[in-house]
């Protein structure tokens, strides 16, 4: 009787063992699947983000500058991820705008375009706008394709939570392989800054963009998480670095534009012009 006692009671134990693992196993798996949907949710937000700015692109090229500018707005109120390139196209459209103004009253109804713009006597800060428009139109294309594409591969949309080589924690949703960041992703440090591109093993590595939260960004290589390779660097205040980096500072061969339209060529060592091209 003892003897069937225990066996009963040990059988008992093993249901209620099997109960908890069966339970710890279910709650780790619904977690997974809500973190995998936040993800897919805050992916869906950038990828119709960016197809309303293809579509207010084209309307701005058409000329209809009033309504680009409406729907920047409106884009820019549903959709604080793009703060960094809406505000860049609004200033422009509103120069177009206000060039076709003067344009128009000088030589009756002719409407200015975006071609005319570049062979007509501007500045060399209107030149800068309308390149950095003509750049953030291409990236914004870029991007949107290579959403489209990672939406398509099975192994995009998984979320990590890892810390940086340089110690910062980081939220990561893009492809994963081994549990770490392969592939392409999208990073938020808790720094506030931001990274999109590629990645190996947690690191950094191949082609991407950085974003700093006080308005600076590169976009260029990185390797072993650092910029490395050929890469551009630009301020808030129009000035820019395009040339070679290794370690996260510029080195090799580079040219630097200054915020009033002067051009420095030559060699850098460790962030410093060491020989300008004569």
Known sequence: MKKRDVTLYGLLAIISALAIYFGIKSSTLENEIGESS??????????????ELVAIDSVLMEGDYNKAIESYNTTLQNHEELNSVIPLRIALAQKLMQNNTVNTSEKGTEKISVDSIAIAPVSQSEIRSIDSLNFALEKARVQLNNMRKQLNNKSFGEYLSFTSKKGTGLHY??????????????????TGSRYEGEWKDNLREGNGTFYWPDGEY???????????????YFWPNGEKYKGQWKND?????GIFHKKEGSVISGIWENDKLKDTDK
């Open 218 to 232: 590169y976009i260029g290589s990185y390797k072993d998480d650092m910029r490395n390779g050929e890469g551009t």
């Open 249 to 253: 500072k510029r080195n090799g061969k």
């Open 38 to 51: 936040k993800a897919k949710e805050e992916l869906d937000v950038l990828v119709t983000g960016n197809k």
């Open 173 to 190: 949703v893009g492809q994963v392989k081994n549990n770490k960041a392969n592939g392409v992703g999208i990073a938020v440090l808790e």
